[in-house]
């Protein structure tokens, strides 16, 4: 089986602009979560998506969103980016809804806003 | 205050040592993960335990839910180990909370 794949793998933007992630879970898993990680604050938790459905959201302010498709792919948008977004964003599939699943992680978007 | 804490944060091996990376965290949880993340980013799950221990190859973890404390053991350990350990558990709002990480490094 493929694993997680997200495109793309690498974006510089400026401030104020907007960015689309993209996440393709594994075959067959339905749930998709997203992540952020900087040096400062390690790994937050962004959201989650089940069969199209935002289940949870961590505490990030609305210009984060995402999306999932009748395919479960799943796409973040950032809008009016600020220099504190450069991070690498990461997807983690799972076969089953909530995080007390085993997690498959992309290999992660490196943003850079400059 | 972070709510899941590791020790040490960094951690300098060499190689075919027993290494041992702890965490300890504040609430009751389902299940604790232990993922590796290597330079590049990319992040594999180790384990994903309830109780007790789990072994894959040289990879051992443990968890004492009554002291919501869970260990990670590598046997002989390789420079190819070296990488970034995190433990994570399920919080309250459906979301994952991650420790900081200890970072391995095995010396040849």
């Known amino acids: 089986k493929a694993g997680v794949t997200q495109t793309p793998r690498y974006l510089i933007k400026t401030r104020g602009q907007q960015v689309t992630l993209s996440c393709s879970p594994i075959?067959?898993?339905?749930?998709v979560s997203w992540y952020q990680q900087t040096p400062g604050q390690g790994l937050q938790f962004l959201f989650e998506?089940?069969?199209?459905?935002?289940?949870n959201k961590g505490n990030f302010p609305g210009r984060f969103s995402g999306r999932q498709f009748s395919n479960s792919r799943s796409e973040m948008n950032v809008s009016t980016l600020e220099l504190g977004d450069s991070a690498l964003y990461l997807c983690?599939?799972?076969?089953?809804?909530?995080?007390?699943?085993?997690?498959?992680f992309g290999p992660g978007t490196r943003l850079t806003v400059l | 205050k972070n709510e899941v804490e590791q020790s040490p944060q960094n951690l300098t091996a060499q190689e075919g040592e027993f290494i041992t990376i702890n965490c300890s965290y504040s609430?009751?949880?389902?299940?604790l993960h232990w993922l590796q993340q290597h330079p590049g980013g990319g992040i594999v799950s180790l384990f994903m335990?309830?109780?007790g221990k789990k072994k894959h190859g040289r990879l051992i973890a443990t968890i004492n839910i009554q002291e919501k404390h869970s260990s990670l053991h590598i046997t002989a350990s390789h420079p190819r180990d070296s990488a970034v350990y995190i433990c994570?558990?399920?919080?309250?709002?459906?979301?994952?909370?991650f420790g900081k990480g200890t970072k391995l490094s095995v010396k040849p």
């Open positions: 983690a599939s799972s076969a089953l809804a909530g995080v007390d699943n085993e997690q498959f």
């Open positions: 075959s067959g898993h339905r749930s």
């Open positions: 998506y089940f069969s199209e459905t935002q289940r």
């Open positions: 609430v009751g949880i389902s299940a």
């Open positions: 335990l309830s109780s």
């Open positions: 994570a558990h399920g919080g309250s709002q459906g979301n994952l909370i």
